[in-house]
Nanobody, 127 residues
Framework: QVQLVESGGGLVQAGDSLRLSCAAS????????MGWFRQAPGKEREFVAS????????YYTDSVKGRFTISRDNAKNTVYLQMNSLKPEDTAVYYC????????????????????WGQGTQVTVSS
């Protein structure tokens, strides 16, 4: 199995940028497709972005396309989420997750396809 630890959250103003990191330990990191999800207060957890095992393909929810970029460094066992032009509606706890499921755009958006989750990092965007 794999353990995941997120970092990089914080309080920023609208229009600012943040980069979240998710460090993995345990089983071989490159064996997992990775995803970022978020959960705002009073709302269900939602998909944000995903990336294949080798980083060759990515997928984003519509609300973050063009603003967020997911990437990974398998040598460093880390996945990143670069968030630019942040909006107040991006405020949430952000979670990274690891999936052993074959990656497709359809499978990668479903939280039940992810076996391992980090503890989350808070992102707050003020207006």
């Amino acid at each position: 199995q794999v353990q995941l630890v997120e970092s990089g959250g914080g309080l920023v103003q609208a229009g600012d940028s943040l980069r979240l990191s998710c460090a993995a330990s345990g089983r071989t990191f490159s064996a997992y497709a990775m995803g970022w999800f978020r959960q705002a207060p009073g709302k269900e957890r939602e998909f944000v972005a995903s990336i294949t095992r080798n980083g060759g393909s990515t997928y984003y929810t519509d609300s973050v396309k063009g603003r967020f970029t997911i990437s990974r460094d398998n040598a460093k066992n880390t996945v990143y989420l670069q968030m630019n032009s942040l909006k107040p509606e991006d405020t949430a706890v952000y979670y990274c997750a690891a999936s052993e499921t074959i990656w497709t755009t359809r499978t990668s958006v479903r939280s039940e396809n992810y076996s391992y989750w980090g503890q989350g990092t808070q992102v707050t965007v003020s207006s």
